[in-house]
């Protein structure tokens, strides 16, 4: 028992209870004395005294500081705009993308070689969802997506194949819905006039 630290003073530093690394606790020695506590201070030599004062960096020894720019990169002094006119409009020329001016464009599109896009059954997708069949109208929901993403994209042989599973879904989920619909209405009259 001779190690052990009393309950009170477990812990205990030399500032009434706060624990501090420096504190050493010596065991009671049977005449009535409390424990000692000795404080050990630790100094860092590189922080004493005042600290140096400021000196703003030698213009001799810019160079050394920040070096120069590199070759590729060209000195130029910013431009700084007059307040005035605003710039001027850009002159017209031909973009790089076509745009509609209310004529058929020239560049090739699905629906110039009499194809149509094809649907995304995203409104029936959601209503079958809501009113029919949970599951086969989430994933009439998910392959509707894909037509639109695929639509987005350009690739209208994608769009088709995506398009044909949503509509197909769709349909399943209406006949899957009315059929338990009906079902269940045959059901409640049976039981109940039966």
């Avoid at 509609?100 to 020239?106: A, D, E, L, R």
């Avoid at 006949?175 to 109940?192: D, E």
């Amino acid at each position: 028992m001779e190690g052990d630290v009393p309950a009170g003073a477990r812990g205990c530093g030399a500032a009434g209870g706060v624990p501090s690394s420096g504190t050493r606790w010596d065991p009671p020695t049977g005449r009535g004395d409390g424990p000692t506590v000795v404080v050990v201070a630790v100094t860092n030599t590189a922080f004493e005294g005042d600290p140096p004062p400021y000196s703003p960096p030698d213009p001799k020894s810019v160079h050394l500081l920040y070096p120069p720019f590199s070759a590729g990169f060209s000195q130029q002094v910013p431009v700084i705009y007059q307040p005035g006119r605003g710039p001027e409009p850009f002159p017209p020329a031909p973009l790089p993308y076509a745009t509609y001016n209310g004529q058929p464009s020239t560049g090739p599109s699905p629906t110039s070689h009499g194809q149509r896009l094809p649907k995304d059954y995203l409104v029936e997708s959601v209503l079958v969802t809501i009113f029919c069949c949970l599951l086969t109208g989430v994933i009439a929901l998910v392959y509707s997506h894909e037509t639109r993403a695929a639509l987005s994209r350009g690739d209208t042989a994608q769009a088709n194949v995506a398009s044909k599973k949503a509509q197909s879904l769709v349909l399943f989920s209406l006949l899957f819905g009315l059929f338990a619909s009906i079902s269940w209405v045959i059901y409640v009259l049976v039981a109940l006039y039966v």
